[in-house]
């Protein structure tokens, strides 16, 4: 990523260029992404495809305003890191289901980052209602965050588990990997009808006191505790929360996945 380039995602992030590659920055840009590039499986449902390089990923992010999932938002973001001087380090994990087992390899990317100060830090701006803010990867105690408790235990095989609020949420493998080495686990979760992604529709990001959502027709506002949900009325009124809430301009709404049953 050229410098040009950098700029233009630190705009669309609204976020400053940091003088050194340091833990506060890290804290920084980890708050401003999420805060400006919503999570969201649109493309699941549009047809689209989703193409792993760099380059792809930033153009969807920075030039069409868009969001993704995680291999697009923590790919996009670890090269964001690496064009700022970070040393990025791209990791797989299996995301712990409802039942306690772990789902399929290559299920999540996460990254694992050096700051020139701090050590290392787990960022993850891809995971939906995870933490508001990079993990110290090496501490194995509780770290308090916006968004719960986090707790980064040793598993089996060299594997790290990390929890939120003592609930396990993924396995975490500690080998670096190559971004084309998610490709099938993004074209599992694009096609698969055992996917939660190809189940729901979903476009999420946290704000100042809470979380907003839209999921299909229904607009869910999380703020200072108080959650409160409403459906609007039309693709018109749909649209319109995608732009205003997100962001995202779309000139017809993606299909919604049909119900278990339908």
Request: with cysteine.
């Amino acid at each position: 990523m050229d410098h040009s380039r950098a700029e233009a995602y630190l705009h669309r992030i609204g976020a400053e260029r940091p003088a050194a590659p340091t833990a506060g920055a890290l804290l920084a840009l980890h708050r401003a992404h999420l805060r400006s590039v919503p999570f969201e499986n649109l493309s699941v449902h549009f047809g689209e495809d989703v193409v792993l390089e760099p380059a792809a990923l930033i153009a969807k992010v920075v030039d069409r305003r868009r969001g993704g999932f995680c291999y697009e938002l923590n790919g996009a973001f670890g090269a964001l890191l690496g064009a700022l001087g970070f040393e990025v380090t791209l990791l797989q994990a299996r995301v712990v289901g409802k039942d306690g087992r772990p789902g399929i390899p290559y299920d999540h990317m996460a990254l694992r980052v050096r700051t020139a100060d701090g050590g290392d830090r787990l960022a993850d701006v891809g995971f939906g209602a995870f933490c508001a803010e990079p993990l110290v990867y090496e501490e194995r105690g509780e770290q308090r965050d916006p968004a719960g408790v986090f707790r980064i235990e040793d598993a089996a095989h060299g594997d790290l588990l990390v929890l939120q609020d003592g609930a396990p949420q993924y396995l975490l493998d500690q080998r670096p990997r190559e971004l084309r080495d998610f490709e099938a686990g993004s074209w599992y979760h694009r096609s698969s009808p055992a996917s939660h992604f190809t189940q729901s529709l979903v476009c999420s990001r946290p704000t100042e006191d809470g979380r907003i959502t839209l999921s299909g027709h229904t607009l869910t506002t999380t703020a200072a505790g108080q959650r409160t949900q409403r459906t609007l009325d039309s693709d018109a009124a749909v649209l319109a929360a995608y732009d205003q809430h997100f962001g995202i301009v779309l000139d017809t709404l993606p299909p919604e996945p049909e119900t278990v049953g339908d």
